[in-house]
């Protein structure tokens, strides 16, 4: 008892806490039961609890030190440094301090600077040194009793660590044990997709911890710990805010960044026995490309919406719901499939090509004409919604538009070129369109110019039990316009409409019953270019769907946005 009493008061000498010291760390489990709850007794300190996993931020090539003692001889000791933004230097000596180090000292308490001289003239024993930025650990079944000091440096940049000591190895086991074979197996490859399995974690089913899975996915490398992973996600490109002195810095960091310590009040303003946890850092952080997934106890997960052919690194950590302490699976990696490769389709020169496009997806069209040329006419007629369209000329981009309706394009040419056409279908749903890429100099275009508006205006004063009177739009072209009708449920909605809305589908696909008219039309002022027509015959409260066609002179058809009208129940 006198032995353990005199390391108590070297460390609390060491520290320069004085009267107003905190505990020493200890095994006597009522106390440590009480550590563990609150941690503020051992943050932004330089003690470390006996059982309990710190964390700890390093600056650049300004060493840290961290104490602990072993009560007796004979002692089991393991000591896990976890580094997390970098690879760190750390080692692991046995002070030797000087025999006036007595609990029986009296009087006032020495300067602090005198009182860190009389423990620091001799460095101590070295047990163990490690640098790098793996996980390690320095295990012995049996030591001394003693004053232990953890020093620890960063030289590469700013760095987050976790540092784990506990003098009863056996019982504790913070970790989560990893099974006999830790690696992460891809059971499943996909364009956009990856499938990871792995085998449980013992500490979940033999010993009934909580332990949950977290799958991280990055483009970059496999990490080692989780504290990697989480700084990589919240310092990416972020830049952190200086601490403020006074709150932030362990005893030892003080004269370091030249401020003094006083010996009235200093534990007091500390406030070592708060609650409250000061933090060392404040992030901002952008988005990247790296994610952490939490997924439960399952140890199947499949990872979606990658892209493809892109390489992904995935790490796997099983983690103790109650400590928040984890350990790394042998990551694994995997590059996505190719994305499949597209049909090109060859378009001959004058002639019209139906093309389907299914829902997102994308075509790709080739033109090669034989002779030379210098100009290319294209011609794209959407069937239904708007469509993307990109234009190459040997590699070149030429033109990049979404296009809705019937659309032009004259494009330069130049001898012995390739065109390739890239469209892409709509995210409503899948596209049909008419493309046409000629060399030929024409008069008569092959589809029918069009107004802006294209939608057909029904009068409701003149409807009437038997007829309705609507009105259209025309160009200065002379064009061919018929219409038709079909009564339709009363019912009948938009996503009906929509469905049969495809501009492309022309007169030949109506029944003849349906025809009411066909006309020629049109004017040279465009202010004056509309027409009207009285559809008659009609049955009293009856709904019709209202076609117009504009039939150009190569005979490809255009139809207008339909139109739903009611015939008058009563007259």
């Not at 060491?14 to 009267?19: H, K, S, V």
């Not at 506990?166 to 990893?178: G, I, N, V």
Request: hydrophobic share 30%; proline share 6%.
């Amino acid at each position: 008892m006198t032995q353990c009493k005199v390391w108590s008061v070297a460390l609390l000498v060491l520290l320069g806490l004085g009267a107003l010291a905190q505990k020493l760390p200890t095994r006597d489990e009522g106390l440590f039961q009480m550590q563990i709850r609150d941690k503020s007794l051992f943050h932004d300190s330089s003690v470390i609890p006996d059982g309990a996993e710190i964390s700890g931020y390093l600056f650049r090539d300004t060493p840290k030190r961290y104490y602990f003692v072993v009560e007796e001889d004979n002692t089991p000791l393991s000591v896990t440094v976890t580094p997390c933004d970098a690879p760190l230097e750390w080692k692991l000596t046995l002070q030797e301090l000087p025999e006036e180090a007595s609990g029986e000292a009296s009087g006032e308490p020495e300067p602090l600077d005198q009182q860190k001289q009389q423990v620091t003239v001799d460095e101590g024993t070295e047990l163990f040194t490690y640098k790098g930025n793996d996980v390690e650990s320095y295990v012995a079944t049996s030591t001394p009793s003693g004053l232990y000091q953890l020093e620890l440096l960063s030289t590469e940049k700013d760095s987050n660590f976790k540092v784990y000591a506990t003098t009863t190895p056996e019982s504790d086991q913070p970790y989560p044990e990893l099974p006999y074979d830790p690696r992460v197996d891809v059971t499943a490859l996909g364009r956009t997709t990856v499938t990871l399995a792995w085998k449980p974690t013992p500490t979940g089913f033999l010993m009934g911890q909580p332990v949950q899975y977290c799958v991280v996915i990055n483009k970059e490398h496999n990490f080692k710990s989780m504290c990697a992973a989480e700084a990589k996600i919240s310092t990416d490109d972020a830049f952190m805010l200086a601490p403020k002195p006074g709150r932030d810095f362990s005893p030892f960091d003080f004269a370091h960044f030249g401020f003094v310590p006083s010996d009235n009040g200093f534990g007091k303003d500390r406030g070592l026995t708060s609650n409250k946890i000061s933090r060392a850092y404040t992030i901002k952080s952008k988005a990247s490309d790296i994610q952490k997934v939490c997924i439960g106890n399952k140890n199947i997960f499949t990872v979606s919406e990658l892209k493809p052919d892109t390489q992904y690194y995935f790490d796997v950590f099983a983690v103790n719901s109650a400590t928040n302490t984890s350990t790394a699976y042998v990551g694994t990696f995997a590059r996505t499939k190719e994305e499949a490769r597209q049909k090109t389709v060859e378009l001959k020169d004058g002639k019209v090509s139906d093309v389907f496009i299914k829902r997102k997806a994308s075509k790709f069209l080739r033109f090669a004409p034989v002779s030379s040329h210098q100009r290319v006419t294209l011609f794209v007629h959407t069937c239904l919604d708007a469509v993307q369209v990109q234009v190459r000329r040997d590699g070149k981009l030429l033109l990049s538009q979404n296009v809705e309706g019937v659309r032009q394009f004259q494009l330069r040419g130049k001898p012995k070129a390739k065109y390739l056409i890239r469209l892409r279908g709509s995210r409503k749903g899948a596209s049909t369109l008419k493309v046409l890429a000629t060399t030929r100099p024409s008069s008569k275009q092959p589809f029918p110019s069009l107004p802006e508006d294209t939608r057909i205006k029904a009068f409701d004063k003149l409807r009437t039990c038997s007829s309705a009177t609507v009105a259209w739009l025309g160009t200065q072209d002379r064009n061919k316009y018929c219409i038709y009708r079909k009564e339709v449920a009363e019912n009948y909605g938009e996503e009906q409409r929509r469905r049969e809305q495809n501009q492309c589908a022309g007169p030949e696909t109506r029944r003849k019953s349906e025809k009411v008219l066909c006309k020629y039309f049109h004017s040279p002022n465009l202010q004056k270019a509309v027409t009207t027509e009285t559809i008659t015959g009609l049955e009293p409260g009856k709904t019709y769907l209202l076609d117009v066609y504009v039939v150009g002179h190569s005979g490809h058809s255009v139809k207008y946005q339909s139109k739903l009208v009611k015939t008058r129940k009563y007259c």
